[in-house]
């Protein structure tokens, strides 16, 4: 049952562009949303949280959007650099922090030069 | 500040032998994680320490899987015996202690676990 879904495997998005990663829940337990980005043979790295008060946190070209009655939120990176090529995971945990997150099965996103 | 530190890198096994891996957390972080990996997937939780004391073990097959993290700092993951479906990425993550408010997980390279 996977209660984190990315249904994107793959995105490519021409640099300068905005680039919209998805990522929809089951569990409405779940109260805290993480993004995490990975580069080949290096560990997942944070990259942005939010909590289910907010519908929305930004932190310079990183964006994240929660839509809590869909059961949905979504990555913003505006505008698309080289170097945010990577694989994306979302997470979700039943409250604020770390405790036993789930993770999405990632998207990996291309940046077009 | 040093990362999270694990080793080994790499591991090839045949099936029904043992191994080990071992983690090292960035210091003063309380919390330890240990994430299963296979291809294709995300990280799925199957151990969490605070401390030297398991908070969460529900997702480790217990059968052949066996986590200690003596002293509250360096942990190890084992599996006795290794089966062909535990070929994966074992991660490690840690983070500071729960009761402060949790901040987020900071995870090391990994080891790539083959069973042949």
């Known amino acids: 049952d996977q209660q984190v879904k990315q249904n994107s495997p793959s995105l490519s998005v021409q640099e300068g562009r905005i680039s919209i990663l998805n990522c929809d829940y089951t569990?409405?337990?779940?109260?805290?949303f993480l993004w995490y980005k990975k580069y080949p043979a290096e560990g997942p790295t944070f990259l942005i949280s939010?909590?289910?008060?907010?519908d929305k946190n930004e932190d310079g070209r990183f964006t994240v959007f929660l839509n809590k009655s869909a059961k949905h939120l979504s990555l913003h990176i505006v505008p698309s650099q080289p170097g945010d090529s990577a694989v994306y995971f979302c997470?979700?945990?039943?409250?604020?922090?770390?405790?036993?997150?789930?993770f999405g099965t990632g998207t990996r996103l291309t940046i077009i030069p | 500040e040093a990362g999270v530190a694990q080793s080994p890198r790499y591991k090839i096994i045949e099936k029904r032998q043992s191994v080990a891996f071992w983690c090292n957390p960035i210091?003063?972080?309380?919390?330890l994680y240990w994430y299963q990996q296979i291809l294709g997937q995300g990280p799925k939780l199957l151990i969490q320490?605070?401390?030297?004391?398991?908070?969460?073990d529900s997702q480790l097959p217990k059968d052949r899987f066996s986590a200690e993290r003596l002293k509250g700092v360096d942990s190890t993951l084992k599996i006795q015996p290794a089966k062909l479906e535990d070929s994966a990425v074992y991660l490690c993550?840690?983070?500071?202690?729960?009761?402060?408010?949790?901040?987020?997980?900071?995870f090391g390279q990994g080891t790539r676990l083959t069973v042949v």
């Open positions: 993550a840690s983070s500071l202690s729960l009761r402060q408010g949790s901040t987020e997980a900071f």
């Open positions: 569990n409405s337990m779940f109260d805290y």
């Open positions: 939010i909590s289910s008060i907010k």
């Open positions: 997470a979700a945990s039943p409250n604020f922090g770390n405790e036993k997150l789930t």
């Open positions: 210091s003063g972080h309380a919390t």
């Open positions: 320490f605070q401390n030297n004391g398991v908070v969460d």
